[in-house]
């Protein structure tokens, strides 16, 4: 097992860099050699909003951070081959978390372990956020 933190930056002057938590991202021994976890911007096209299919009301998103998985060869995963997950871990907080999965807002489902929000993914690169609203 392999865990990469990557730290917040709230005071960044660029927004898409400014990460809010610290995010960790758990890679296990099946792919801890095949990805580098590396800190990346905040995309361009970041929706601020969510519509909660569970009430239909609209919710805004902050978003906390992002980063990609890597490959050797320097390649950005899109998702991981069939089978294949890796954890995060992010400071529980108000609201429900979500992700970014290139085309729309999803909310990430896991499981609070004390302080934590701990949740699995087989996708290369998601913002991660929490609605605030």
């Given at each position: ?22 995010i ?24 601020e909003f ?23 060869g ?29 085309s729309r ?20 690169d ?8």
């Open positions: 097992m392999k865990k990469v933190k990557i730290s917040a930056n709230p005071n960044h002057p660029d927004p898409k860099k400014r990460f809010t938590h610290e960790t991202i758990v890679l296990g021994d099946e792919i801890k050699e095949k990805y580098e976890v590396v800190a990346k911007d905040f995309p361009a096209d970041l929706p969510w519509i909660d299919p569970n009430d239909d009301k609209e919710k805004k998103i902050a978003w906390i951070a992002n980063f990609g998985l890597r490959t050797p320097g390649r950005f995963a899109d998702t991981l081959p069939k089978g294949y997950r890796y954890q995060i871990e992010i400071p529980h907080l108000p609201g429900k978390t979500v992700y970014f999965d290139g807002v999803r909310e990430l489902p896991g499981k609070v372990d004390g302080n934590k929000f701990i949740a699995e993914l087989d996708l290369g998601p913002p991660i956020g929490k609605t605030t609203g």
